[in-house]
């Protein structure tokens, strides 16, 4: 049936008539270039599908990715050809198409669904069959949906493609035909999907899937086909969502979070079976969930990945045919890692002055936010300054691309002043051989220089912990007393200790 333009009845009859002339002439007809001028038409053929939802796969010609992994059985009506652009009577599996026969054809940079290879027919002069397979081990009395996606590739006036969808038994008894009608051109490249729903009979005998080709080759009948499917088909819709609502939900692995999945469904079953599946492998593959086998699911957290399930339905009495599932739409869980976080170990500081907190994450393009921001430089650095007046605690969050947050704490004490032993004994006893200041934050604008009484410099620590041992380049020094200078950099009031250190032989 076709939907023409009032306005243009007596255009597309004047076309036809040109068209039915042409194409005795030429290898191409181009009478007519499909412009905004051109007579609009559209058809209906396509929509006899499957309204309900749809079940595993019997059969699926979807080409593959390009390459000789194809998935197609040849019939003997066309001959393979590696060449984007097949003469008549040749076929060939390829991922785009450009620039053929003078551009008559569309260019066609990707296949139905974006992501492999499609088939390329020049329908040769007499008609043929492009594809026929036999399906076995079906379910009696069962509703299954015969489809392809159909793309004509000519951009101009000439023959039409015209292609019958058949179902037969091994005999070449027909128990179920379906034509497309002429497959008109159009302006852009687009892919259609035409087919027809075939109900299995109570037998269930092994049946032959057939696509022919009705219209001659020559000046058009150029065709592109992909993902040819012979599946199970619900006349009723089967779904199924989030509690959230959705078909995608991310998640942290670190929190413990519980989705319920629900579906429903319109009927088609006398006494169905519910059985919820998940994919381990993004889809490639389905496993039946124990124990899942009621309208809803409850999915508890697990570890970090890509999950997917869906929801199947199927007669008790043909519980265990697989292929008598039909099952909806995938519903995706991604779980992502969260950061881990090290807000570094507790410090000290002495009042007055400030040190550097040393926060890391795993993990790139993260974000960090320390908690509160009080004395803080920037609380949005990993190695914020940090000048407090009085002990505190900080909370350390990351957020990482994925919306995961990780947290860590570190507990700041602040000392009312810096302590400096004033003697020790390196004698080896294993009692106050060293001296240390303790409290002290080694950072780099911390400078500790110890002189003796001729103003050499006997000792330096700068960055770096204070661990004197009484020596010099390795010699012992003598008892006595010896002058430190202490530079406390990077506080509100950096500044200068001096003192002195009796070394006690």
Request: hydrophobic share 35%; proline share 6%; net charge negative.
């Amino acid at each position: 049936m076709y939907l023409v333009s009032t306005s243009f009845c007596g255009l597309l009859i004047l076309i036809k008539m040109l068209y039915l002339f042409s194409k005795y002439l030429y290898k191409f007809a181009p009478v007519c270039f499909i412009t905004t001028f051109c007579v609009l038409i559209t058809t209906g053929a396509w929509a006899q599908l499957c309204t309900g939802t749809l079940g595993n796969p019997v059969v699926n010609i979807d080409f593959g990715t390009g390459g000789t992994n194809t998935g197609y059985t040849p019939t003997n009506a066309y001959t393979y050809i590696n060449d984007p652009c097949p003469d008549d009577g040749y076929y060939t599996i390829t991922n785009s198409t450009s620039n053929c026969f003078s551009n008559t054809w569309h260019t066609v940079n990707n296949d139905h669904t974006g992501n492999g290879a499609f088939m390329i027919i020049n329908a040769s002069y007499a008609p043929g069959d492009f594809i026929r397979t036999s399906v076995k081990d079906l379910c009696p009395s069962t509703s299954y949906e015969f489809s392809s996606w159909v793309m004509n590739l000519v951009t101009v006036v000439g023959i039409e493609p015209n292609i019958t969808f058949t179902v037969e038994d091994l005999n070449g008894n027909i128990l179920q035909q379906y034509s497309t009608g002429n497959i008109v051109a159009t302006i852009l490249p687009e892919w259609k999907q035409y087919g027809f729903v075939f109900t299995t009979p109570p037998n269930n005998p092994e049946i032959v899937l057939r696509m022919t080709n009705n219209a001659p080759g020559g000046g058009g009948n150029d065709i592109a086909l992909d993902d040819i499917v012979f599946r199970p088909c619900n006349a009723t819709p089967v779904t199924a969502t989030f509690d959230a609502g959705g078909q995608i939900i991310k998640l942290c692995e670190q929190i413990d979070t519980t989705l319920r999945f629900n579906a429903s469904y319109g009927g088609g079953f006398q006494n169905p079976v519910y059985q919820w599946q998940e994919s381990p492998d993004d889809g490639s593959t389905w496993q039946d969930i124990g124990g899942a086998q009621q309208l809803f699911y409850l999915r508890n957290n697990t570890a970090a990945g890509q999950y997917q399930y869906r929801f199947s339905v199927r007669e008790q009495s043909i519980f265990d045919l697989p292929h008598c599932r039909v099952v909806t739409p995938e519903v995706s869980v991604r779980v992502a890692t969260a950061p881990v976080v090290n807000a570094g170990p507790d410090q000290l500081v002495v009042k007055g002055n400030s040190l550097q907190l040393t926060g890391t994450s795993t993990g790139t393009d993260n974000t960090f936010q320390w908690l509160p921001p009080d004395f803080l430089d920037n609380n949005k650095l990993s190695n914020p300054l940090c000048s407090p007046t009085a002990d505190i605690t900080y909370l350390l969050e990351v957020t990482n691309a994925e919306g995961c947050i990780g947290r860590d704490a570190v507990f700041v004490k602040v000392m009312p002043q810096l302590y400096v032993p004033s003697a020790f004994t390196p004698n080896n006893d294993g009692l106050n051989d060293r001296w240390r200041i303790p409290h002290l934050i080694p950072t780099k604008e911390t400078l500790v220089q110890v002189f003796n009484r001729l103003g050499q410099r006997v000792y330096v620590a700068n960055a770096v912990a204070v661990n004197w041992d009484g020596t010099l380049n390795g010699t012992p020094l003598s008892g006595g007393s010896y002058v430190y200078y202490i530079r406390l950099g990077g506080g509100k009031q950096p500044g200068i200790l001096k003192g002195v250190v009796t070394l006690i032989r």
